[in-house]
């Protein structure tokens, strides 16, 4: 009976806790932010800024919150940012469709970004 009774509370537990574990969206990228209500769905925006170079970074935000600061283009020396505004929105636009669907991380690599002609 007591072997029962640990099996029903762990399973719950763990239940519970798998619940939590699961949001709307990336996990790993979202686990900084956190929300009361378990089926809050966060609404992701991007902004770009140039560097004094004339290059191109961006930043996605959740919910109006900071959740990515990228100053260099993946694949690309250090220091060295998009070429355009256009460029660095895309990829943000990118970013933000990965933590949309978490099917994998919200990383862009080297290989997605020659998929997007910018490599």
Not at 61 to 89: I, N, R, V, Y
Not at 91 to 113: H, S
Request: net charge neutral.
């Amino acid at each position: 009976m007591k072997k029962i009774i640990t099996c029903i509370l762990f399973c719950s537990v763990t239940s519970v806790y798998a619940q939590k574990l699961v949001p709307a969206t990336n996990t790993n990228m979202l686990s900084s932010l956190q929300h009361t209500d378990p089926q809050h769905r966060f609404v992701f925006t991007a902004t770009a800024f140039q560097h004094a170079d004339h290059s191109w970074g961006y930043d996605v935000f959740a919910d109006g919150k900071p959740l990515f600061h990228q100053e260099e283009m993946p694949g690309k020396p250090k220091g060295s940012g998009f070429a355009t505004k256009e460029d660095a929105l895309k990829v943000a636009d990118f970013i933000i469709d990965l933590l949309n669907k978490p099917v994998r991380p919200a990383v862009a690599y080297p290989a997605d970004l020659k998929a997007m002609h910018l490599l």
